[in-house]
Nanobody, 125 residues
Framework: VQLQASGGGLVQAGGSLRLSCVAS????????MGWFRQAPGKEREFVTS????????YYADSVKGRFTISRDNAKNTVYLQMNSLKPGDTAVYYC???????????????????WGQGTQVTVSS
């Protein structure tokens, strides 16, 4: 099983980026998926998650109103649209997936079973 994240880059404050995470090796159509981020010297932190149907989404307070998670189960892909980016959003962004179908999880890293390799997002001031 692999999760391949892409779409990171360097952007000015106020700009936008769209991250993608493509899963292979199994389907995650019935599984919660999420995005986490880790800045240098800091712990990995929850950003957002989406349930299997896409009807349930959850966001960290720091990104509410600016970031939007979505998924396309036919493509086994989850997206993260990031708008109004701030320098504080600079981090490596990781996509993650829960192994058990329909399982509801807490917004912490150890609830997720599969991880992508990360994609760097850098926001300049």
């Amino acid at each position: 099983v692999q999760l391949q994240a892409s779409g990171g880059g360097l952007v000015q404050a106020g700009g936008s980026l769209r991250l993608s995470c493509v899963a292979s090796g199994r389907t995650f159509a019935l599984n919660t998926m999420g995005w986490f981020r880790q800045a240098p010297g800091k712990e990995r932190e929850f950003v957002t998650s989406i349930n299997w149907s896409g009807a349930g989404t959850y966001y960290a307070d720091s990104v509410k109103g600016r970031f939007t998670i979505s998924r396309d189960n036919a493509k086994n892909t989850v997206y993260l649209q990031m708008n109004s980016l701030k320098p504080g959003d600079t981090a490596v962004y990781y996509c993650a997936a829960v192994a058990v179908d329909y399982k509801r999880v807490r917004p912490v890293p150890n609830e997720y079973d599969y991880w992508g390799q990360g994609t760097q997002v850098t926001v300049s001031s």
